[in-house]
């Protein structure tokens, strides 16, 4: 968690991304331990966020499944800049998803393993799938877990979002 010693040996040349014998990086140590100012730094040194460790987990799974909202929060937003596309889907706004992908978003790009239509699906939002949907995503691609779509909607207890994906 010290912030100015990371800085410090970031300046002399570690790399950001130095993974171990697990591939874990500084960033899953920092999100593991809840260190978010460390996390920050990283993150804006080039930290690879959606990085995966020998056992599929991320960043973002580290931190929650350490309970820390603050590094869930700060990993979150940065998975929103990097990816607009699944930020759209996960609170269904269907006009900011069609400048997206005006824009050319890819429309089955994976943040942090699944797709926007995953995410739109996991959300309940069935206005976001249908568009997704409509535009060409794939309905079967599943997330790092293997989880589809549908089996996130019908998890969830999504029946309308089930219903269209069927």
Known sequence: GHVEAARLVLEKGAEVDRADKDDWTPLFYACCNGHVDVARLLLDKGAEITQASKNGMTPLDVAKNNHHDAVVALLEEQLDLKFPLHAAARTGDADAMTQVLAGGAEID?????????????????????RLLLDNGAEVDRADKWGNTPLFTACWKGHVDAARLLL
């Open 109 to 129: 790009a994976k943040g942090d393993g699944a797709t926007p239509l995953f995410v739109a699906c996991e959300g309940g939002h069935v206005e976001a799938a």
